[in-house]
């Protein structure tokens, strides 16, 4: 297709040597080549034009988008058809005369080619910008044809005297002129527009000289002579605009859509734009009348009917911008009546400052609003108006919108007319830009109402409902500005918890309950000083803000412990509670949260160390408090399971006969091994287990451990028994019993080998745990008291416990640091009062021979310790077993 790049230049130098050729024959025979190269240009990029039309008007079904090109193919189409007409009148004399066909082809494709490109998408949206377009056009068209013709004289002249040429000629000179204000004051693809522009410029050039050169050819009587080299060159340039301005317009309309976009008011509508244009060509046009009168010169027809053409048309142009102005007037009059319409009943006061943020207007609201007149505010800074403490923000907000943020929010307490300060909210928009503003604008509202509102609800929503004091949010945001306002040796955070709070709604119902935390809430408050803040955080738990150093805030927490410890009368009911509280330092934290996290795991390792105490208990934080605290939370995460995780297992530890050093039996020890935590202890992970009721499930898991074990032994013919631990839990619970009997018969072992130990400081003192052990002595197993001698259990008492083993523990027979006195005595009573009442005793936690000889000598004749051998699994105490070849005692 000829509107690509590569085969336009083809074209164009094929055409250029087929120019040259014939121009050495004679003008007859190049214009005959130049007629034809055109024609075949002009009709291929007609269709190109005419498609592209079609296939605009197919996509967008509508005849709005696609008339643009297509009345640029009809130009193009015209000018091919009238040059291929002009030819062959050229070259048949006796058909036409050339020159009135090339004019009459000028004067039908020059209107089609600006047609078509006012009517393109993007050059003139409106009926009026086209006619805007027009008149610019023609003016400056006929104006600059006036200046021509005034100041040429002789052979010009005469070869334009005719009324065809000469029509010709200022239908160019406008229809060009109009080409270029269209191409450049195009509203969108200004550079389609241009190229488009540019195209049908040289067309309607091309056409004009060629209509100017056929004259000459046919004018014997020419000046200039009809053979001059000239007219050769002349059809040759000619040609090549003609060929090259319709390939610009195929470029150029390709480029060209119907893409909306938002262009300014004056260009979409081309009110303003154009009009400066027309002021250069008048200029010229007064120059040179002046100019000719001076010299002399006089003003024919012809001149003078360009003039009043040109005046017709500056005078057109002056009147539709003179009306032009007139609509944009009252546009402006019409939006300044609405905008102040709108400012005088806004209750928003508007003030606009300039950069240096000095108050340059104000809206009338202010007088209203604030009682502020012109006189006490224009010409002052604002921050003038402001106060003292929002002053500094309020100018920092100010800076940063005139260092580029669109829009700022101010809050400020402003100064009325009164001298009172009124609660502001203000935004702040840079309108400097915008030449009918030029300068910062700001909204004032008036917020009082809403500031009291909110200060108000704030009250409402940082207080307690059911105890008045702070609640949680006010507390932390009390312990948020005391952090940052904190000195280095003051301020610290007290958590408080009531224990067994729980259990007073249970027993005495809610209506109590709630008794008890108002009661605890005046204890609280009349406790604290007169600047500390107390709070309630949850159901029973409550803090205290103080800006006391961390031993003070110790002692405040004991007399608030105090105080909690004392028993809550009320009403026909009388309430015993105790309170555990945590301390921690401000300054130890990183922020608000952190500080009450350190007082709560305060709080919580003070009430890990009060289980059992009758009064409540103090603690400050400590980090190991947080490791601890870590270590017993992944203990309580982890324990659940443990049975059929298989982390379980049971180490056990002879029993030996301390005379002949031979095993008579053996205690099954409960040992964890967690693939992260590693191996726990017992006296770590038993306690976290009773706590979550996972202690009968353990206790028996071991229990049928160690009967299986203990089954295996005794098939081995090792004559041992077996003493495995239960808790207080487990003793209590209603079916141990049945429990310790099933293990029995699904292990198949004798009752009496099965010996079951209960640590003295966790046996209870009462008929039900008599039942129980009595309950086992009747299945046949024996039971043990462990460990005595570190728990209350008296001497005296071992009458009514039914009991078959005595443990004595290291204490009762170790001779204390740096003391001399033996510890035989206390050893002899305990053994001598057993055997009388026919219990065995075994002395646990041997560890020096000298221990040994201590219970020896005191009658003791079964001893158990890492001395004799050390806890470990069953296959190393197999072989500890055939070392020693154990017999009953």
Request: charged letters at 20%; aromatic letters at 4%; one cysteine or more.
């Amino acid at each position: 297709m000829v509107s690509n790049p590569r085969m336009f230049w083809l074209v164009l130098v094929t055409a250029m040597a087929a120019f040259s050729a014939a121009a050495s024959a004679g003008p007859e025979l190049s214009f005959g080549a130049v007629a034809a190269g055109v024609t075949a240009g002009s009709l291929v990029h007609a269709g190109s034009l005419i498609r592209l039309a079609l296939r605009i008007h197919h996509g967008r079904r509508s005849f709005g988008p696609c008339r643009g090109a297509g009345f640029l193919g009809m130009g193009a189409l015209f000018t091919g058809l009238g040059v291929a007409a002009t030819g062959v009148a050229a070259l048949t004399p006796s058909i036409a005369a050339p020159g009135l066909v090339a004019a009459v082809t000028t004067l039908v494709a020059a209107p089609t080619f600006l047609l078509g490109l006012l009517l393109l998408p993007g050059t003139a949206p409106t009926v009026s910008a086209r006619l805007r377009r027009l008149l610019d056009g023609a003016g400056i068209g006929v104006t600059l044809c006036y200046s021509v013709w005034v100041l040429a004289s002789g052979p010009a002249a005469s070869a334009l005297a005719g009324p065809l040429p000469l029509t010709v000629a200022v239908t160019c000179c406008v229809a060009v002129s109009v080409a270029v204000v269209t191409g450049l004051r195009a509203v969108r693809h200004r550079p389609a527009a241009i190229a488009c522009a540019g195209g049908a410029a040289l067309s309607i050039v091309g056409l004009g000289v060629f209509t100017v050169l056929l004259s000459a050819l046919r004018s014997p009587d020419h000046p200039f002579g009809p053979t001059a080299d000239w007219v050769a060159a002349g059809l040759v340039a000619a040609g090549l605009a003609l060929i090259a301005g319709p390939f610009l317009i195929v470029t150029g309309a390709r480029r060209a859509d119907d893409v909306p976009t938002s262009p300014h008011a004056a260009d979409s509508s081309g009110t303003l734009a154009g009009y400066p244009l027309l002021v250069g060509p008048a200029l010229l046009a007064i120059a040179v009348s002046v100019l000719h009168l001076l010299t002399g010169g006089r003003f024919d027809r012809a001149a003078l009917g360009l003039g009043f053409a040109a005046v017709v048309a500056v005078a057109l142009r002056e009147a539709l911008a003179a009306r032009d102005i007139r609509s944009y007037a009252r546009v402006l009059a019409t939006r300044e009546a609405h905008f102040k319409t709108l400012v005088a009943g806004s209750t928003d006061v508007t003030v606009v400052l300039d950069a240096d943020l000095v108050v340059r207007w104000q809206s009338p609201a202010a007088a209203r609003q604030f009682s502020l007149s012109d006189q006490d505010v224009l010409g002052r800074p604002l921050t003038d108006l402001l106060h003292p403490a929002d002053a500094a923000p309020a100018t920092e907000a100010l800076h940063a919108v005139l260092a580029g943020r669109q829009h700022v929010l101010v809050q400020a307490r402003l100064r009325d007319g009164f001298g009172r300060w009124r609660d502001t909210e203000s935004t702040v928009s840079d309108q400097r830009a915008a030449p009918e503003v030029a300068g910062v604008v700001v909204h004032v509202r008036d917020v009082g109402d809403r500031a009291q509102l909110q200060r108000s609800l704030d009250e409402a929503t940082w207080t307690d409902d059911q105890t008045g004091l702070a609640n949680r949010r006010k507390f932390l945001a009390s312990v948020t500005e005391a952090h940052r306002t904190a000195t280095a040796d003051a301020g610290s955070v007290l958590v408080v918890e009531l224990d067994r709070f729980e259990s007073v709604a249970d027993l005495h119902g809610p209506t109590v309950a709630n008794a008890v935390l108002v009661e605890a809430a005046r204890r609280l408050r009349t406790g604290v000083g007169r600047d500390d803040l107390p709070a309630r955080l949850a159901s029973a738990g409550f803090a205290v803000l103080t800006d006391a150093p961390l031993v003070h805030a110790f002692a405040l927490a004991t007399r608030l412990a105090t105080a909690f410890a004392e028993p809550f009368h009320l009403p026909g009911h009388t309430v015993h509670l105790t309170a555990d509280v945590g301390v921690a330092d401000l300054l130890g934290a990183t922020d608000a949260e952190d500080a009450l996290r350190h007082a709560d795991i305060a709080r919580r390792r003070a009430r890990q160390l009060s289980r059992g105490r009758d009064g409540g208990r103090v603690e400050c934080y400590d980090k190991s408090f947080e490791a601890a605290l870590v270590r017993r939370t992944d203990l309580e995460q982890q324990l659940p399971g443990v049975v059929g995780r298989g982390e379980l297992d049971l180490v056990y530890q002879p029993v030996v006969d301390l005379v002949t050093r031979r095993p008579v039996g053996a205690e099954a020890l409960l040992r964890w091994r967690h693939p992260r935590l590693g191996a726990v202890p017992p006296q770590e992970f038993l306690p976290v287990a009773e706590e979550l009721g996972l202690a009968e499930e353990l206790g028996e898991w071991a229990l049928h451990q160690a009967c299986r074990q203990l089954s295996r032994w005794r098939g081995d013919g090792r004559d041992l028994w077996m003493s495995v631990n239960a808790s207080a839990r487990q003793l209590a619970a209603p079916g141990w019993l049945a429990t310790v009997a099933t293990a029995i018969d699904t292990h198949c072992v004798p009752a009496e080998s099965l010996i079951v130990e209960v640590a003295e400081a966790a046996l209870p003192d009462d008929a039900g745990a008599i039942e129980q052990l009595a309950g086992l002595r009747a299945l046949g197993v024996r039971t043990a008291i462990d460990h005595f001698g570190t728990g209350p259990t008296a001497l005296a008492h071992l009458r009514r416990l039914p009991v078959d083993v005595l443990k004595i523990d290291q204490v009762l027979f170790s001779e204390p640091a740096g003391q001399r006195a033996p510890a035989t005595p206390i050893v002899d009573v305990v053994v001598g009062l057993a055997r009388r009442l026919g219990i065995d005793v075994v002395a646990c936690g041997l560890e020096t021979e000298s221990h040994v000889d201590v219970v020896r000598a005191a009658g003791c004749q079964l001893g158990q310790g890492f001395l004799l051998s050390r806890p470990d699994h069953a296959e190393h105490v197999e072989a500890f077993l055939e070392r020693h070849r154990a017999r009953l005692f």
